[in-house]
Structure formats: structure tokens, C-alpha cells
């Protein structure tokens, strides 16, 4: 079973930067896996925001593309996502996730961190 633990999140001010870490223990079943970054904000339901799969390609939303970075290390033992340009609208509670990858598509849901919250506000 993995266990995925995030850190990083904090309090800071529009265009400020901020890097969360996801450190993964454990394994999954999967074959072939995705990693990705999730947040939730209050009232609003949990949004994909970047991803990297076993191909080293990267996604990302429309909302964060140009700002936000997802990275591993070389032992995909630590996920990370460098925030930059932090605008209020990303205040969130931000999740770690892993996923099946499989023909070149992610499916999430059976492995999460239990999150970390980014704050951004002046």
C-alpha cells in the first residue's frame, strides 16, 4: 500500500512563491503510475492541476500553466510543485495523489495524501 505525506503549504502573499513536497512510501499495483497534485477550495469540488506520468510528460490546467511546476526526484520517492506568481484564487487545500497509468491516460482516486493547506492573501 503507498502512503503519500505532503508538506510545504503555508501563508504567503499574492505573487509570492511556495514549493510543496509529496513524499511517497510504499508501492502501488500499478504497472505503470501517474503523480499529481489535486486542491480543493472551500465550497468549490477537488480540481486536477498538474500531473507528470512514467513518461516524464507533464499536464497542467489552464489556471496554473505558466506558474506552477511539478517535478520527482530520480528515485520518484518526492513529488513537488513549485507555486509562483500565487494569486488569491489558488488558496486551497492541495492533495498529493498516485494513479494507474494506462494507454496514455491517469485514473485517480484510490491514493491520496491528506492534503496541505496554501493560503494566499495580503
Known amino acids: 500500500q503507498v502512503q503519500l505525506v505532503e508538506s510545504g503549504g503555508g501563508s504567503v502573499q499574492p505573487g509570492e512563491s511556495l514549493t510543496l513536497s509529496c513524499v511517497r512510501s510504499?508501492?502501488?499495483?500499478?504497472?505503470?503510475?501517474?503523480m499529481g497534485w489535486f486542491r480543493q477550495a472551500p465550497g468549490k469540488e477537488r480540481e486536477g492541476i498538474a500531473h507528470i506520468d512514467d513518461d516524464g510528460r507533464t499536464r497542467y490546467a489552464d489556471s496554473v500553466k505558466g506558474r506552477f511546476t511539478i517535478s520527482q526526484n530520480a528515485a520518484r520517492s518526492t513529488l513537488y510543485l513549485m507555486m509562483d506568481s500565487l494569486k488569491s484564487e489558488d488558496t486551497a487545500m492541495y492533495y498529493c495523489?498516485?494513479?494507474?497509468?494506462?494507454?496514455?491516460?491517469?485514473?485517480?482516486?484510490?491514493?491520496w495524501g491528506q492534503g496541505t493547506q496554501v493560503t494566499v492573501s495580503s
Open positions: 510504499g508501492s502501488t499495483t500499478y504497472r505503470r503510475s501517474c
Open positions: 495523489a498516485a494513479a494507474r497509468y494506462s494507454g496514455g491516460d491517469c485514473y485517480w482516486g484510490n491514493h
